[in-house]
């Protein structure tokens, strides 16, 4: 932890301390328990920034479960997110390499990812930093899609990944993993956690982790390729996570949550060097959950996060530092079954850099409400808030969301949306930003007809998302914009996202299928020109089976042509992977579990001139204490 952490922390302690009096003031009822494995039914907390079972989300929504996650096997969030659908994956080399997540055709720096409800990523470049997040310290994983910026503000066009690490309860446990793979890859993770009993209750987890492989060459010879070098690009990334919850009355709650993770890796910028990049994550948040009175709960949360970079390459050492300071204070209402809900939120960002021009910082201050509606059959939620930057000024973001169940299991949705995005430091700093560059403005409209029972689910979504002032960058910059030498970020009139996303699987007997599609076209209205790098068809297929001890899995993901450029003269080759995976319970909390990806070693670029792993394998032992 840094020093400057350490001091928001010790400023945080008395509005915390104010808070819990004012909390024991008014109330000592019975605290609502908020976690989903408390919860009598599945819950989703990212939808309306609070629990809420999913069968009353209006929003369009995917979780990935822990159980998911172990059974599948995979050491890259990125890789695992792939598989899911209205989510493309783009990635300069192997894991450790820099990497982007779209959502519906949108950028990476157009959605918003939060760990345990703390926003990460990087204000130089946008977005979250996904090689630095390590899967081993996941327990779960929240996808909304579509705009939620009435929500959670700025950058949340596409949709809101949230991130939850592993928390504490009930009696101690432990949990080790230790794997190893091809191009040299090993891994460890460990962690315990557990609760006190007692009124005074304390709830903890740690979990710490090392991973690192050899790798193979980032980048490939091609024509114009001046990066290719033939060496052995691999990585190293250790972290931590951790959660501490003190119930110190009944109904009020102090904790804190952290994650840091450190990437050094290896890539590739030309002959002769080895170029190295090492990324670091900080995240850490302190907050006071008090249920105030029967019906009054309120959440204020004070947070910290980092995203450093430094690197040493061909063309030079530099240095690129972000920091975002958090305050939030959210008000739940329960009003008959419904529930009204008020956020006051401040965002500091600040950037230093050893590039002279990519230095600043902005402030945002934020007041957001809005009003869940449950009323027999009819779901309903609005939402409006407003964000003021020093920056760029005031935005005024609303969402309307509509839900009928027609039976237990079949529900139709129906939304409507704005969001906005601020230009990075990056977009409006030279060498590659311009001074005049606005904020993207989206109107989004979206249709979903959803069904579930206990064997079989089943949905379909269409989408209609409107982007104006959409910034692009272009190398070269062209002329009637600017003179940049390196290219640059500049605003063109429009562009459109439109798609339909599938989802269905079922379960037979001892078999699992699964499969998702999504047909979509993000364009750029201006030039008539296909965004770059998203495919027109992608999705995915998958049968398990499970029998006794053994889970045995095959996974085909495919994806239709794609560009690497916004000129549409770069193609990228279609693709479709096959994977196989497996898990057997060896009895007395042990496992053994094994991944088999690219079985066919499918040769295929996610970016052009980038090199991506041929057939590798990785297997492991697992101790799950229960």
Not at 398 to 427: C, K, M, Q
Not at 596 to 615: C, I, Q
Request: proline share 2%.
């Amino acid at each position: 932890m840094t020093l400057s952490v350490l001091r928001h922390v010790a400023v945080a302690t008395k509005p915390l301390a104010i808070a819990l009096a004012i909390a024991s003031a008014f109330s000592s009822s019975s605290f609502a328990q908020t976690t989903q494995e408390k919860s009598l039914s599945p819950v989703l907390v990212t939808a309306t920034r609070t629990p809420q079972s999913v069968k009353e989300v209006v929003s369009d929504y995917l979780v990935i479960t822990a159980e998911e996650i172990a059974r599948s096997g995979q050491i890259s969030l990125t890789d695992l997110l792939q598989q899911k659908r209205g989510i493309e994956l783009t990635r300069n080399g192997g894991i450790g390499n820099t990497a982007s997540v779209f959502i519906r055709g949108a950028a990476n720096y157009q959605s918003i990812v939060l760990i345990d409800g703390v926003r990460i990523g990087s204000s130089a470049s946008g977005g979250a930093t996904w090689e630095t997040i390590p899967l081993s310290q996941i327990d779960h994983v929240e996808i909304v899609y579509g705009p939620l910026s009435s929500l959670y503000g700025a950058d949340a066009m596409g949709g809101v990944i949230q991130i939850f690490t592993r928390q504490g309860d009930g009696a101690p446990r432990a949990n080790v993993s230790v794997g190893v793979g091809s191009y040299g890859t090993r891994n460890i993770d460990v962690g315990v956690s557990g609760s006190t009993s007692g009124d005074i209750k304390l709830r903890y987890a740690l979990q710490v982790a090392r991973e690192s492989a050899d790798g193979f060459s980032a980048s490939k010879p091609g024509a114009g390729t001046f990066t290719y070098n033939p060496d052995k690009d691999g990585y190293k990334r250790e972290s931590a996570s951790g959660q501490l919850g003190l119930t110190v009355a009944n109904g009020h709650e102090l904790g804190l949550v952290f994650l840091q993770s450190r990437l050094d890796a290896q890539f590739d910028a030309g002959l002769g060097l080895d170029d190295r990049m090492v990324q670091k994550l900080e995240n850490i948040a302190l907050f006071s959950k008090n249920q105030l009175t029967q019906t009054w709960k309120s959440q204020f949360q004070i947070a910290q996060t980092a995203d450093k970079n430094h690197t040493d390459a061909s063309y030079g050492v530099s240095d690129i530092d972000t920091k975002q300071t958090h305050l939030s204070w959210q008000n739940d209402v329960a009003i008959g079954n419904d529930v009204l809900q008020m956020i006051l939120e401040r965002r500091e960002e600040k950037l230093d850099s050893t590039n002279a021009n990519l230095v600043g910082k902005r402030i945002t201050n934020s007041v957001a409400a809005s009003y869940q509606l449950r009323q027999g059959n009819h779901l309903a939620s609005f939402a409006l808030r407003k964000d003021h930057s020093d920056q760029f000024g005031s935005h005024t973001t609303g969402n309307i969301d509509y839900g009928y169940r027609i039976t237990d299991a079949l529900r139709v949705n129906a939304s409507a949306g704005t969001s906005f995005r601020v230009p990075t430091f990056y977009e409006f700093s030279l060498p590659y930003g311009i001074a005049a560059n606005k904020p993207e403005k989206g109107k989004n409209a979206e249709v979903g007809i959803y069904y579930a029972n206990k064997e079989s689910q089943l949905s379909a979504v269409y989408y209609r998302n409107h982007i104006t002032d959409l910034l692009v960058f272009a190398s070269p910059c062209p002329v009637e914009v600017a003179t940049h030498p390196y290219g640059c970020s500049y605003n063109v009139d429009q562009a459109l996202l439109t798609g339909v996303t599938l989802s269905a699987s079922t379960k037979r007997n001892q078999f699992t299928l699964r499969g998702t599609l999504d047909l979509q076209d993000p364009r750029d209205e201006t030039t008539n020109k296909r965004l770059a790098r998203r495919a027109r068809e992608h999705g995915s297929l998958a049968l398990e089976y499970t029998a006794n001890a053994a889970n045995v899995g095959a996974e085909f993901v495919f994806s239709s042509h794609r560009f690497d450029d916004i000129s549409n003269r770069n193609r990228l080759g279609g693709y479709g992977l096959l994977n196989l995976y497996a898990n057997y319970d060896l009895g007395q909390n042990w496992s053994l579990f094994g991944r088999w990806n690219n079985v066919t070693d499918k040769n295929y670029e996610l970016a052009r001139n980038y090199a991506t792993a041929g057939s590798n394998v990785f297997v492991g032992v697992r101790y799950t204490m229960k």
